[in-house]
Each structure stands twice: as structure tokens, then as C-alpha cells.
T-cell receptor
Framework: DAKTTQPPSMDCAEGRAANLPCNHS???????VYWYRQIHSQGPQYIIH???NNETNEMASLIITEDRKSSTLILPHATLRDTAVYYC????????????FGSGTRLLVRP | EAQVTQNPRYLITVTGKKLTVTCSQN?????MSWYRQDPGLGLRQIYY???????DKGDVPEGYKVSRKEKRNFPLILESPSPNQTSLYFC????????????FGSGTRLTVV
């Protein structure tokens, strides 16, 4: 599975959009981009995933560049409850359907 | 409420005393998996199961066993726990990990002394 690079930490103001970048320059054609988050030491929470096209759901939007070498997770109106570690994971989801979690980005939402 | 339930949430035990961490999901998911989380190492897959009676090793299976006798339950068994198994453990399930994503349990913090 391709390696991902994320900034170790970011912050944003409550109510503003949070844009979390992820670099995955070695991604291959059959690998998906997944985003999860972990609030404190709770279980990780699935946010969104995509292959080529941009995706949006009730939680967030995922923007994948045309060359697929990077992506951005967008939380449109961040709240204090969005403070968490956000993980960008690239996986082809082989038979083990394994997620490889890196160190993620620690997002702090400021009041 | 759709959820993955792990028990216990916290456990302190002694080296060598067999223990079981239970995991149960109420979503009729075929796929279940166990991860452990350690500082600096992230989450690593221990075992996974594609369906009833189908289990396989993940990246760090040594010292662990699992069973999948029924779809909803996927217990993690430590036959002879050692201090290096002190960790935060998560169970996860999914109907289709490729297209839906996982639901994780709340975690079990295990300390082996």
C-alpha cells in the first residue's frame, strides 16, 4: 500500500472550514484513499473515501487531484467536537482489507 | 443502535493468566478485525475474519488467537499474556470494507504486569 504524508498538526477556528492535506505520490491505480479520525483514545471513525472522483457526504468532502498524488479532506464548518487525529490511508484493500494507520494530523478546533 | 461492543473497557492482569476480550456487532457484518494501538506504532492489524469460521493472521498475530463461531462475535484470546501485549485494542466490523468503511468499537485498554 502506498505511503501517505500528513502534517503533524493543524488548527482552525470554530465555524470555519478545515482543510486537511494528504500526500500520496506513490499511489497506484487500484488504491483507494480513506479518511478516518480518532477522538482522544476512542475507536477510529470512518469519514469518507474515494478512488478518483471527488466525494461528499454528511460529514465531509474529499478532493482528489487529477493525478491522484494528493488529496484534501474538507470539514466545511468545523466544531469543537471535530478536534481529533485525522488519518489519511491509501489501500488497495487486498484480501486482508487491512488499514495501515500512519501518525495522522492532529486537528485542533479553536473556539 | 448499530454498534461494535467490546468488553471489558479496561483490564489489568498478570503475566501468563489467560484472558479473552469479547467483541460483538449487531449489524450482521461479514468482516471483522482486531487492531492494537501503541504509541509511535499506530494501529496494527492482529487478526481478521471474512465470515463465520474464516479467520486469518494480520501483521502482528503472535501471542493471540481468535475464533468466529457465529457472525456477530469475534473474541480475541490471549492464552499467556506478556507485558509486551500491554496495549489499546480495537475491534472493527464492516459489511464491505472496500465501499463502506469500518465501524470500530470503543477499545479495550489492557495492562499486563
Amino acid at each position: 500500500d502506498a505511503k501517505t504524508t500528513q502534517p503533524p498538526s493543524m488548527d482552525c477556528a470554530e465555524g470555519r472550514a478545515a482543510n486537511l492535506p494528504c500526500n500520496h505520490s506513490t499511489i497506484s491505480g487500484n488504491e483507494y484513499v480513506y479518511w478516518y479520525r480518532q477522538i482522544h483514545s476512542q475507536g477510529p471513525q470512518y469519514i469518507i473515501h474515494g478512488l478518483k472522483n471527488n466525494e461528499t457526504n454528511e460529514m465531509a468532502s474529499l478532493i482528489i487531484t487529477e493525478d491522484r498524488k494528493s488529496s484534501t479532506l474538507i470539514l466545511p464548518h468545523a466544531t469543537l467536537r471535530d478536534t481529533a487525529v485525522y488519518y489519511c490511508i491509501v489501500s488497495r484493500m487486498d484480501s486482508s482489507y487491512k488499514l495501515i494507520f500512519g501518525s495522522g494530523t492532529r486537528l485542533l478546533v479553536r473556539p | 443502535e448499530a454498534q461494535v461492543t467490546q468488553n471489558p473497557r479496561y483490564l489489568i492482569t498478570v503475566t501468563g493468566k489467560k484472558l479473552t476480550v469479547t467483541c460483538s456487532q449487531n449489524m450482521n457484518h461479514e468482516y471483522m478485525s482486531w487492531y492494537r494501538q501503541d504509541p509511535g506504532l499506530g494501529l496494527r492489524q492482529i487478526y481478521y475474519s471474512m465470515n463465520v469460521e474464516v479467520t486469518d493472521k494480520g501483521d502482528v498475530p503472535e501471542g493471540y488467537k481468535v475464533s468466529r463461531k457465529e457472525k456477530r462475535n469475534f473474541p480475541l484470546i490471549l492464552e499467556s499474556p506478556s507485558p509486551n501485549q500491554t496495549s489499546l485494542y480495537f475491534c472493527a466490523s464492516s459489511r464491505n470494507p472496500l465501499s463502506i468503511g469500518y465501524t470500530f468499537g470503543s477499545g479495550t485498554r489492557l495492562t499486563v504486569v
